[in-house]
């Protein structure tokens, strides 16, 4: 297993660094205008309590966007971690097996020594390497700016939020992951975990002004993040369950047809 995943780190070397001076530059430029919102705060404040709350429920659920909670929840753990951390765990979910297999070297592999099930492990455990060291970026920019712009907030509910933003991203990676096993769902597998990501992030944003949208929001992933509450200390943890039985779930999924598959 270890060979196989040194190997695929090393094929996406360079991916890894560009996603995470990605998540760096992004990060960094949304973080450091802190102060000039900061100086202007009360005046901006009226402005946006008269958005519609449609509006209000898309941009974090809150009209609170100049507290320091407020700012970094709407700027960076409500939007800009997630977008980042879903985007390139559904591309990885989407592709570490795929690209075997349109290579042509899936074949070479299933020759040594190795049973699916490790190597099916092999790739799953880079997915989960390579968007670990993105967030671990992502969640240095964001303490160290933070500390530059005097934003007040403690470390510890900014490694949660960020840890529970992974935990959502990773979510959305298996269920790539697992459509890629299937053979012939692997094109649609992008399309499909993309589906669950944006659409849980529209329809459970949505929820709280569309009635109709309550029930489907609670099926979708997002609606178990709740970033503010985790940066306010009043979220359940027992919600990050929803993440961890969903990434176990389609790793019996992707084991059970992966080992049974004809890769020719």
């Not at 997630?82 to 989407?94: F, H, M, Q, V």
């Not at 005097?150 to 991203?169: G, P, R, V, Y």
């Not at 178990?224 to 999924?253: D, K, P």
């Amino acid at each position: 297993m270890i060979p196989i995943i040194k190997w695929t780190l090393w094929q996406r070397r360079w991916s890894i660094m560009w996603w995470s001076i990605g998540a760096f530059g992004l990060i960094f430029i949304n973080m450091v205008f802190y102060p000039s919102f900061k100086d202007q705060a009360k005046e901006l404040q009226k402005s946006f309590e008269n958005m519609p709350e449609a509006a209000v429920q898309l941009l974090g659920g809150s009209t609170d966007f100049f507290s320091p909670i407020g700012f970094v929840n709407s700027q960076i753990f409500f939007l800009m971690l997630p977008l980042i951390l879903g985007i390139l765990a559904i591309g990885l979910g989407s592709s570490l097996l795929a690209k075997e297999e349109q290579d042509g070297t899936i074949e070479s592999l299933l020759s040594r020594p190795i049973a699916r099930g490790q190597l099916l492990a092999s790739k799953a455990l880079s997915g989960i390497i390579i968007l670990t060291i993105t967030t671990l970026s992502a969640l240095l920019t964001t303490v160290i700016t933070a500390k530059f712009v005097d934003l007040e907030l403690s470390l510890w509910l900014m490694t949660q939020a960020t840890i529970n933003c992974f935990l959502m991203s990773a979510s959305f990676g298996a269920v790539a992951f697992v459509l890629t096993t299937l053979g012939k769902a692997r094109s649609a597998s992008l399309g499909i975990a993309s589906l669950v990501g944006l659409g849980g992030y529209l329809i459970s944003s949505l929820s709280g002004t569309v009635e109709w949208l309550k029930i489907p929001g609670k099926i979708l992933p997002f609606n178990y993040y709740q970033s503010e509450a985790i940066l306010r200390e009043t979220y359940n943890w027992l919600n990050s369950l929803y993440f961890v039985g969903l990434i176990f779930i389609c790793g019996v999924i992707s084991w059970a047809v992966f080992r049974k598959r004809d890769i020719g």
